[in-house]
């Protein structure tokens, strides 16, 4: 098993460069960029100034040559200048190299528009990515694991039809129009003013008492964490009704009810535990893909200062150590809680041998 570790280890360093590159690449390709928006705003600025002096001279008369759209009017050694201080006076492949040598020892630099380390920013930002996350996925198995089993026990019936009309259409609605129903029904959008509209926590926060900053914080997390859950916990109530299912029409089943135990012996004596082997395995992967699935809209819509929203922002504003600093700690998270899903499966059931797979 150490030989199938190390290679899935040395795996994801091609794997998250392939990320990186492809990424690296594609943004070569589209228009504007740091340099461009520092323009932009001086332009913007010496604008709304000769509008208020009254001044009608013409700014962008010089006949500079410059690569940058709306740059005529600024000195070729200030353009330099910032070429330099953002590190495109060198080549693209140049840069890529310097970035990953850098991104290997997680040293992401500093933000091109905030006087704060990239580290910094992703450190401060994201324990809100990870409640989501986790209370989202928490949220969904305690809902999905019942709620599936009950249907794999009455299938067919009235029950399973409804219940699974009820799951189509939850797993239907996207993930940001439920959190504005939640919002305009339960944060004073036009019925009830229940739950707070916007951050973790209340102002003062850190005043409260112990027991008053748990209550504070998980008044705050109900509505996102529930809009987080909508899609998550369909798929997974099916996994676990179909998981069921099929163990409850497997040979052995028969074979336990020949010998005279009752349902109950039966079901939780042998069929739970062989069927929970993939949803309980499945815990990683079910987080990962609520951490990336929820986590930009949820925090959008919700006013979280998280790790989606933050790469959102900074590919907006085309602050690009942001941007790929996020990326890569993204990728690496997905990466390892890979790794550690296929783990989750060995230890939960030893048959499973990835290793002798490969051989």
Known sequence: MGAYILRRLLLMIPTLLGIM?????????????????????????????????????????????????????????????LEKQFGFDKPAYQRFYIMMTNYLQFDFGESYFRSISVKDLIIEKMPVSITLGLWSTLLAYMISIPLGIRKAVKDGSKFDTWSSGVIIAAYAVPGFLFAIMLMVFFAGGSYWKIFPLRGLTSEGFADFSTLGQIKDYLWHIVLPVTAATIGAFATLTLLTKNSFLDEINKQYVTTARAKGLTENAV?????????????????????????????????????????????????????????????????????????????????????????????
Do not use: C
């Not at 390709?29 to 509008?51: H, K, L, M, W, Y």
């Not at 230890?347 to 051989?359: A, L």
């Open 21 to 81: 590159l492809i990424n690296f690449v594609l943004i070569q390709f589209v228009p504007g960029g740091p340099i461009e928006t520092i323009i932009a705003q001086i332009e913007s600025e010496s604008s709304a100034t000769d509008r208020i002096s009254g001044g009608g001279s013409e700014v962008n008369g010089s006949g500079s040559d410059s690569q940058y759209q709306g740059a005529r009017g600024l000195p070729e050694d200030f353009i330099k200048d």
């Open 267 to 359: 079901f939780y004596g042998h069929v739970f535990r062989n069927a929970m082997l993939i949803v309980i395995a499945g815990f990683p992967s079910a987080f990962v893909g609520v951490f990336f699935g929820s986590s930009l809209i949820i925090e959008i819509v919700f006013s979280l200062d998280g790790l989606g929203r933050l790469g959102f922002e900074a590919a907006v504003n085309r602050d690009y150590p942001v941007f790929f600093g996020t990326l890569y700690v993204f990728g690496l998270i997905s990466l390892v809680i890979g790794l550690v899903s296929d783990l989750m499966y060995v230890w939960i059931d030893p048959r499973i041998d990835f290793e002798s797979r490969e051989t």
